[in-house]
């Protein structure tokens, strides 16, 4: 299965905007891109996804690299509620791959 | 619109108890369903998923077993609890493999 690496953690300010990148370098052609987060005590919630082109939509932007090895989620004002830690999957889009699986995410901290 | 029940929202059992978690999906049919554990500070456990009825397949050897009687009907159940069966665990369902997932309020076990 193609995996992905994803910072541990990151910061930033209020207001301002975060890039939280994903790398997968083993992607293949029918790879889609998630991506999830999880707030404290709750269960993750579905923030955006795509296949080749950039996607935007109330909650974010996700920019996928033309060799699709890489792509990142834009908050693009980041909000105290955006404190959560952020999950980048690939899900096989092909008959017989049911799995949904999580990785480590990178927990994002927002500064007042 | 879709909905996800899971039920109880916490749940103190003692070590060799039994245990029963049910998750229901309402507004949909013949969903793909999940559960997962999430243990204290680690990330989340892919335990059983589910495309049809009577179909069940295992991600981790346990203490748990899935069973799915019903379309939109997903129970996770163990003989005998064992302390590190504590966690948080979560029901998802999505329509199919590559699709965005939607998550319950999850069950906080705690195993005395």
């Known amino acids: 299965d193609a995996k992905t690496t994803q910072p541990n953690s990151m910061e930033s300010n209020e207001e301002e905007p975060v890039h939280l990148p994903c790398n997968h370098s083993?992607?293949?052609?029918?790879?889609?891109i998630h991506w999830y987060r999880q707030l404290p005590s709750q269960g993750p919630e579905y923030v955006i996804h795509?296949?080749?082109s950039n996607v935007n939509n109330r909650m974010a932007s996700l920019a996928i690299a033309e060799d699709r090895k890489s792509s990142t989620l834009i908050l693009h004002r980041a909000t105290l509620r955006d404190a959560a830690v952020y999950y980048c999957?690939?899900?096989?889009?092909?008959?017989?791959?049911?799995?949904?699986?999580f990785g480590k995410g990178t927990k994002l901290s927002v500064i007042p | 619109s879709q909905t996800i029940h899971q039920w109880p929202a916490t749940l103190v059992q003692p070590v060799g108890s039994p245990l029963s978690l049910e998750c229901t999906v309402e507004?949909?049919?013949?969903?793909?369903l999940y559960w997962y554990r999430q243990a204290a500070g680690r990330g989340l456990q892919l335990l059983f998923y589910?495309?049809?009825?009577?179909?069940i397949s295992s991600e981790v050897p346990q203490n748990l077993s899935a069973s799915r009687p019903q379309d939109r009907q997903f129970i996770l159940s163990s003989k005998k609890l064992l302390l590190s069966d504590s966690g948080f665990y979560l029901c998802?369902?999505?329509?199919?493999?590559?699709?965005?997932?939607?998550f319950g309020q999850g069950t906080r076990l705690t195993v005395v």
């Open positions: 999957i690939l899900l096989f889009s092909g008959a017989g791959s049911y799995q949904l699986t």
């Open positions: 083993t992607i293949s052609g029918t790879d889609y």
């Open positions: 507004g949909t049919s013949n969903p793909n």
């Open positions: 795509g296949l080749t």
């Open positions: 998802a369902w999505a329509r199919g493999a590559h699709t965005e997932a939607f």
């Open positions: 589910s495309v049809g009825i009577g179909q």
